[in-house]
């Protein structure tokens, strides 16, 4: 563990809380998109499988219950407590596009051809793209409440910190990890435009608004 | 070695 990691996961668990909180006081989870958030889903449960029979620490195995635990409570409020406030007449990003990849794509790179590795390296690639129905949703929408682009900065902050890890990680123990690092590297670019906006207008006190 | 692979991150 490092700074940057845990700085990292620091920030994932953040977004998390901004999310939830965004939904319970607002009472509606207008503007977040629910096919990102089932995407998450896919990718802490795809994942984690080795929690039944991998031990790396008990920081590493609480964080992980709780990273399956929270998305699938988000997904129940966005399916049942408060569908009426979910439009799904604008979260219309095609995730079978990013699904379909994924898995050709974890079935050439993986570090071995086990059902384990397979689905490891597919919750990588999916967790890379799983962004983009939600960022498709506030290019059409064209703005975003507050505190849905602090959740989205979070999440995008968590991603941003695991590359210095990886820099640390290589010159102090030598090790590289070529398909996390590279899926990383895309999922970090994917928020590059969305990270213009906020720090220049967000963080400036304006309103998140993208130019007509 | 990459096939032993520990996956230590989340």
Known sequence: MNFFRLLGDLSHLASIFILLHKIQTTRSCRGISFKTQALYVAVFVTRYLDLFFRYVSLYNSVMKLFFIASSCYILYLMKYKYRPTHDPSIDTFRIEYLLGPCFVLSLIFNYKFSFSEILWSFSIFLEAVAILPQLFMLQRTGEAETITTHYLAALGVYRALYIPNWIYRYFTEGLVDPIAVTAGIVQTGLYLDFFYVYFTKVLQGQKFELPA | ?10
């Open chain 2, 1 to 10: 070695d990459a096939s032993d692979s520990k996956h230590d991150e989340l």
